[in-house]
């Protein structure tokens, strides 16, 4: 079994009926193509890094789907390419390991949270403003550094 996931952004000036149309049509032909959809994630609209078609944002979809074989690829892709709905598409194979990092992620073990406490272990940076002497930023770093002579 090959597991697959497809992510598309649809154009956000659509109204909520033709996106929503846009998202079954695709699901229904995942499923019209033989293969067994594992999760549909609706990210929402997001802003986007670089304008596409004029756009600066785009509605996110994310199908995880399975099949026997990689033959429902190129037909999909084709769909989405001949789509005007569509801005951009991305298709990849998951290996063991995506497949389990999606199914944590779904459980809730991965979160976001994660991230922040990596930021937070970080010692924070000292400060010095520029117009401190030398001889008094080191006293602030190193408390018990010996006295200096200055020339």
């Known amino acids: 079994m090959r597991h697959y996931e497809l992510t598309f952004i649809v154009d956000p000036v659509l109204s909520n009926e033709e996106i929503q149309t846009v998202r079954q ?3 229904d ?4 193509l ?3 959809i594992t999760h549909v994630d609706d990210l929402g609209l997001k802003q986007l890094a670089y304008p596409l078609n004029k756009r600066n944002s785009g509605i996110y979809y994310s199908i995880e789907f399975e099949t026997e074989n990689g033959e429902a690829i190129a037909p999909l892709e084709l769909a989405l ?3 005007e709905r569509i801005m951009r598409f991305l298709s990849i194979a998951l290996d ?8 944590d992620k779904r459980n809730g073990l991965i979160r976001k949270t994660q991230r ?6 970080k010692p924070d940076s000292v400060h010095i403003p520029t117009t401190v002497p030398l001889a008094k930023a080191v006293e602030v770093l190193v408390p018990d550094a010996p006295e200096q002579e200055e020339e």
Do not use: T, W
Request: charged share 50%; with cysteine; glycine share 8%.
């Open 25 to 27: 049509s695709y699901e």
């Open 81 to 83: 390419r001949r789509d």
């Open 34 to 36: 033989g293969c067994k």
């Open 96 to 103: 063991k390991f995506g497949v389990k990092y999606n199914e």
């Open 116 to 121: 922040m406490r990596r930021k937070l272990s």
């Open 29 to 32: 032909l995942i499923k019209k």
